[in-house]
């Protein structure tokens, strides 16, 4: 059951968004979701989907998650479903979008996959970051701008991450020793690249096979950044096909080397990931830094 105060609201956005009364009729819980309670709702106009959180918590989640999905569905690569309207209750926030029903992977699935998200990787910026902060997972992600990819992923994606870690106590003196020692080597490990629009989430459980058997990407982290995190995110929880890569590389090769560089980007997930649940996580995170480090 949708949490109370919902539907109401609800009810408004689809309003605005349908210009006719849309009424909730129904709605059933769907499970899977990591972070937000999810519904699939019943309305007299379409049946859609709502996720919903603490408004106290995060109050601006599902704007941001909002404008992600929207900048990648101007693309129109990667299927990305359309969001019908966000709004908030005295206790939740809530997103309201475009259901997707599944289907069976077609053929060309993979192919079309990788072929889609180089498209929408080939959408650049002037610089790296975004023009507002939002979430991975449920911390924040602060996008600040960088003319440079490896003042970017220092300082926006690794650093904040390394911070909460080792006030957390994750983290030691020895690991932030490692992290400098890291630093300093990105870039002979990292090629150049322009900023590309990316998924920044884009592991296993952030997409769905449409009814039509096609990739739809949820979810997002978005920002301008290099390509390869996308990439590396892919094969971090779950694995995407052979086909995936190989169609993604004939659409826009990536420099040779691309699966050595892999940890490198997944330290950010990974300590993302430290700093949700815990120390399972620590021992990749420290396997990654020693290899790169030479410490
Ligand atoms: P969370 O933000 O908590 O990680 P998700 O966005 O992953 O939640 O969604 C929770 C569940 O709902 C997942 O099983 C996901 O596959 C499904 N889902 C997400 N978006 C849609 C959608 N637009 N249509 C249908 N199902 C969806």
């Known amino acids: 059951m949708l949490p109370r105060g919902i539907k109401q609201e609800a009810e408004k956005v689809l309003l605005d968004y349908y210009g006719a009364p849309a009424g909730i009729e129904g709605s059933s819980t769907l499970g899977g ?8 709702v019943e309305t007299t106009e379409e049946d859609v989907f709502l996720k919903c959180n603490d408004v106290h918590s995060y109050p601006d989640m599902f704007e941001k998650e909002s404008a992600g999905l929207s900048l990648m569905r101007k693309t129109r690569t990667v299927y990305v479903p ?37 498209a929408m990787h ?35 994606r690794l650093e904040p991450q390394v911070r909460l870690a080792r006030n957390s106590g994750y983290l030691n003196q020895g690991h932030i020793d490692q992290f400098q020692r890291l630093y300093k080597e990105l870039i002979n490990i990292i090629p150049e ?16 096979i449409t009814d039509s058997g096609t990739p739809c990407i949820l979810d997002p982290a978005t920002a301008y950044n290099h390509r390869e ?18 169609s993604y590389n004939e659409e826009s090769p990536m420099h040779p ?17 430290v700093n949700l649940f815990g120390m399972a996580y620590l021992s990749s995170v420290e396997r990654i830094t020693r290899k790169f480090s030479q410490g």
């Open 33 to 40: 979701g990591s972070i937000n309670a999810a519904f699939r």
């Open 82 to 118: 359309e969001v019908i309207g966000t709004g908030k209750t005295h206790s939740h926030s809530f997103i309201i979008m475009e259901f997707i029903h599944s289907g069976m992977r077609k053929d060309s699935f993979w192919d079309d996959f990788g072929k889609n998200l180089a």
């Open 122 to 156: 080939g959408h650049s910026s002037k610089m790296f970051g975004l023009d507002h902060d939002n979430y991975m997972g449920s911390l924040v992600q602060s996008n600040n701008r960088h003319q440079n990819w490896y003042d970017f992923f220092i300082l926006q």
């Open 193 to 208: 690249e322009k900023p590309a629009l990316v998924h920044g989430d884009l592991y296993s459980g952030n997409y769905l």
């Open 229 to 246: 995190v996308d990439i590396a995110m892919s094969t971090l929880f779950g694995l995407f096909d052979d086909r995936f890569y190989s």
């Open 257 to 273: 080397g691309w699966e050595q560089r892999i940890d490198i980007y997944n330290l950010y997930p990974l300590l993302v990931h």
